[in-house]
């Protein structure tokens, strides 16, 4: 028997004026989109913007359904446009904000579980990393450099 460690790495940005031009105008892209979230059910609302390798952005927000569990979380709604849309193309990163009209978000809002489990899925199809870039409606916010910081020991086609 043997215990073993894993180690997880983020950057942490004190305000979106920290990040580089591109993160920044990324981030403002998801910042925007939020707008566009239909969430009457939980009033949150959640942006994100998918940078491409063509430079083509692709957005999208959380949509909800009055049976709850046919809505779906802005991230798939934009990685699966994304590669609907740009099947050959590779994404290089995804920027996310989140807000909620019942509290200030000012912590960042990471990706849920099953949103990371979708945006490792491309990242093993496009063998190449997939930035991630997480905020609230304010504050910090978190940067990694691949998915596999957030999902570690993750269940891929490897398996199949
Ligand atoms: N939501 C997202 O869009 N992304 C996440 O990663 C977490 C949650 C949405 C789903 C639902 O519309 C609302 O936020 C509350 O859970």
Redesign the pocket.
Known sequence: MKKLQLTTEYTLFDKIGELSPEDQELMKSAIQTRKT?Y?P??K???G?AILLDNGSVVIG????NAAYPS?????R?AIFSANAQYPKNKILKLA?S?SSSRKKVSEP????G??RQSISEYEVKQNSPIEILFMGETGSVIKVSSLKDLLPLSFDRSFL
């Open positions: 979230a969430s059910y939980s949150f609302s959640v994100t927000s959380n949509q909800e809505g779906l979380c802005a991230e709604v996310i989140a809002v990471a990706p849920c099953a949103c």
